[in-house]
């Protein structure tokens, strides 16, 4: 199949406030498969955002090529549909409201992209409902809570019914309630809807939920692969300056006392390293 | 030498329809020298409580006594009281404003009436206890910095006026790891040298648990719970997932491990006593 998102040799430059060039991203060679689900892990500045700005056209290479859906993100008459393939939800869900209603907001992209009326309504209300926020449709978003209001933001951008949507850290700013409420929310669009999810964290309980986990250092990728070929390479990641699921980081500590265990992520795993009578 | 909150009740746009009862009835003391975690979900009256500890707002009912001295009297007593709170709001690198590093850090021991060689001991001082190389930063634009980096700038500042007590409201919130990490060894230190008495509101229960002595927990604007982390995490799990707050990862991960069989002994708060506990479970010795 051919991928959603593809990048040959991404290079970003800018210049920084001293007329100094600064690179920001280095040959970034990338696929993402229509369905799949990638997590984007990596410090402050190792232009994990950068990168993502890219998959909708915000940002377009200095170097080398990004593919959305086969369309180059470069060419300018290309970039409606590049967004309608692909959609974004940032860091802070009042950044993102437009609207005074619920439900005004949510149609708000509809409407500037020139969906009929009669076809808005129904829009809006599906794209409600998969976010389970249909019952405040009615509501005023700055009232909400914080997981609330950034599911509404999702679902204005679900709305537009793109096919990858693209998350910068959003549950940086929530509480562990409102976290819960938007990974929920994430893994329904990915396993229901299809939808391909690029899903950028510094959580790791969070990245350890994607089918693959790209981690970056200095705009290069760095390491590449599924959470379990990932999360046990804890010296490794701890060296990127993150941190592992907290099961993986016991066995890496047990396994350096000596203790042999099988690869362990997840705490079923540690669970039934442990207790292997059970 | 404390901070001591009696009883105090605010409510937000009294006598409209969007009234909300923000603190209710909310009594502690935080001593000088004490390291208090302050956890509550979105809502709950966490940052409006943090409002009153130095007087940005007054309670409705009761008092927010800092060292005796009543913070809403208008005396220069009451003044130089609010002086000894230090406050870090969230995502304080938003309040970032001079044109140098040296210029932001000094405008609050300035303020404070300092003499300009006091003011450079202090700035000196505060970039050193966040790990900012005087030499190399002072002159330098706060704007031009990483996240982290301009975050540690904006603690500085508070840092560089040697309050008596430091509330901090979310310090690591959307930082990575390594800046956290970084954020709360600095903390630390500033905590054990100074002796200062430490408000943290967290979401996280992984630095409640390794960095607090004391857990504070919020819900519904009220102060539900009071005590060491380890009891409460131990002994009030029922009253704590009622009030949707979690506990650190490593209790759970030590309760999935009892209950399939490995007797895990009491409640590892941390990582480093969960592998610890582990090792004793299993008859291990850790080398």
């Given at each position: ?38 997590a ?19 940002l ?95 679902a ?43 899903y ?79 | ?62 008092k927010v ?14 003044k130089?009281?609010?002086n ?40 000196r ?14 002159q ?30 979310e ?76 506990v ?9 491990l ?18 610890r ?11």
């Amino acid at each position: 199949m051919e991928p959603i998102i593809e990048t040959k040799n991404l290079t970003h430059t800018y210049v920084d406030g001293q007329n100094q060039e600064m690179t920001a991203l280095q040959g970034i060679d990338l696929s993402i498969a229509p369905g799949e689900f990638v997590a984007i892990i990596g410090t402050n500045g190792s232009g994990k955002s950068t990168l993502a700005r890219h998959f909708n056209g915000l940002l377009t290479p200095t170097s080398g090529h990004c593919l959305v859906g086969g369309l180059d993100t470069a060419i300018e008459e290309n970039l409606w549909t590049v967004r309608q393939t692909v959609g974004m939800v940032f860091q802070n869900p009042d950044n993102q409201i437009v609207a005074a209603i619920v439900e005004e907001d949510v149609a708000f992209g509809l409407e500037n992209i020139g969906v009929p009326g009669p076809e808005i309504r129904p829009r809006v209300e599906k794209a409600l409902a998969a976010v389970d926020m249909l019952d405040y449709a009615k509501r005023a978003p700055h009232r909400l809570s914080g997981g609330q209001k950034q599911r509404v933001a999702i679902a204005g951008v679900l709305a537009l019914e793109p096919r990858c949507i693209v998350f910068d850290e959003p549950t940086a700013m929530l509480d562990p309630r409102g976290r819960k409420e938007i990974v929920s929310t994430v893994l329904k669009l990915n396993k229901e809807k299809h939808i391909t999810i690029v899903y950028i964290t510094h959580k790791m309980e969070e990245a350890i939920l994607a089918d693959r986990i790209i981690a970056m250092e200095k705009g290069r990728i760095v390491l590449e692969g599924t959470p379990k070929e990932v999360f046990t390479q804890v010296d490794r990641i701890r060296g990127l300056g993150l941190e592992c699921p907290l099961a993986a980081e016991v066995a890496n500590a047990l396994d350096k006392q000596g203790h042999q265990l099988p690869p362990i992520i997840t705490h079923k795993e540690l669970c039934e390293a442990l207790c292997p009578s059970k | 030498m404390s901070i001591q909150v009696d009883h105090i009740s605010y409510t937000y746009m009294t006598h409209t329809s969007l009234e909300k009862k923000a603190l209710d009835d909310v009594a502690f003391t935080l001593e000088k020298g004490e390291f208090v975690a302050l956890i509550g979900h979105t809502g709950s009256g966490k940052s409006t409580l943090a409002e009153h500890l130095n007087g940005l707002l007054h309670p409705m009912a009761g008092k927010v006594l800092v060292d005796g001295v009543d913070l809403a009297a208008k005396t220069p007593e009451a003044k130089a009281a609010r002086n000894r709170v230090g406050m870090v709001f969230q995502y304080p690198e938003h309040q970032l404003f001079a044109e140098t590093i040296y210029e932001d850090i000094a405008f609050g021991p300035r303020n404070q009436g300092k003499t300009e060689p006091e003011v450079e001991e202090a700035v000196r001082s505060a970039m050193e206890f966040v790990d900012l190389e005087f030499d190399n930063f002072a002159q330098r634009s706060p704007f031009q910095l990483s996240g982290g980096q301009m975050r540690r700038v904006a603690i500085a500042g508070v840092v560089a006026m040697e309050p008596d007590y430091l509330i901090m409201d979310e310090p690591s919130a959307g930082l990575d790891p390594i800046s956290r990490d970084s954020i709360f060894g600095q903390l630390r230190k500033i905590f054990e040298k100074r002796k200062m008495g430490v408000l943290l509101i967290t979401h996280s229960m992984e630095e409640a648990a390794q960095y607090a002595s004391r857990l504070l927990v919020m819900s519904d604007s009220r102060l539900q719970l009071d005590g060491p982390a380890r009891e409460l995490f131990t002994h009030e799990r029922e009253k704590l997932e009622a009030l949707s707050v979690d506990v650190p990862e490593s209790v759970k991960l030590a309760e999935e491990l009892r209950q399939q069989g490995l007797p895990i002994e009491g409640t590892p708060i941390t990582k480093a006593e969960l592998i610890r506990a582990i090792d004793k479970a299993k008859g291990w010795k850790a080398c």
